[in-house]
């Protein structure tokens, strides 16, 4: 099993809807995970970093996260076309030397259909 | 703003060369990082250091060594480099205390022929 999976897609969403990206993690001890966008031939960029249990909201993003279940999801409201980009879900795991690995998922490709 | 930034964004090597990348963050940052990014495969932690003269190899660190000489440059190092080294590098940097957010350098793509 992957520590960190995602959905590759492609998701394709019209524009103006809500866009839906799901992750899933294996270490019940995680406490920190994040989002990065990265569009093509671009690095990553974080747009969202959750801690809690429940939803976090930063304008048109919102991340939920649900620690009993081990998941951890990215909406984004009223999509546009440049939402269009891959997004990668992170987790800090512990690894099995005791430190902190930040691990990523392969990502989600998502395009916005105009 | 954090400011990564890596020495090269298109870089042609030929097999066996010594190739050398590097990597400077302006925010004081304790911990840097080398990735590399391929199709298919996400990406992968190469090498990390969390201080000064200090490097933990991460979980793909054969066939690179990594430099880390003053706090805010992090070198990383192909000794002899082969094709299967060709791909997307990334340089990032985090705090140690307080968010752990890690910040990305614009990417080097190295391509060995």
């Known amino acids: 099993q992957k520590e960190v999976e995602q959905n590759s897609g492609p998701l394709s969403v019209p524009e103006g809807a809500i866009a839906s990206l799901n992750c899933t993690y294996s270490?019940?001890?995680?406490?920190?995970f994040f989002w990065y966008r990265q569009y093509s031939g671009k690095s990553p960029e974080l747009i969202m970093s959750?801690?809690?249990?429940g939803d976090k909201e930063d304008g048109r993003f919102t991340a939920q996260l649900n620690k009993a279940s081990q998941y951890v999801s990215l909406l984004i409201r009223d999509s546009q076309p440049s939402d269009s980009a891959t997004y990668l879900c992170?987790?800090?795991?512990?690894?099995?030397?005791?430190?902190?690995?930040?691990?990523f998922g392969t990502g989600t490709r998502l395009t916005i259909i105009p | 703003d954090v400011k990564v930034t890596q020495s090269s964004r298109y870089l042609v090597k030929r097999t066996g060369e010594k190739v050398f990348l590097e990597c400077v963050q302006d925010m004081d940052h304790e911990n840097m990082f080398w990735y590399r990014q391929d199709p298919g495969l996400g990406l992968r932690l190469i090498y990390f250091?969390?201080?000064?003269?200090?490097?933990e190899k991460g979980d793909i660190p054969e066939g690179y060594s990594v430099s880390r000489e003053k706090k805010e440059r992090f070198s990383l190092i192909l000794e002899s480099a082969s094709t299967n080294q060709t791909s997307m590098y990334l340089c990032a940097s985090s705090r140690t205390q307080g968010p752990e957010e890690q910040y990305f350098g614009p990417g080097t793509r190295l391509t060995v022929t």
């Open positions: 992170a987790v800090l795991i512990i690894s099995n030397f005791g430190n902190e690995k930040l691990t």
């Open positions: 959750i801690y809690s249990n």
């Open positions: 250091s969390y201080d000064v003269k200090m490097k």
């Open positions: 270490d019940r001890g995680s406490q920190s």
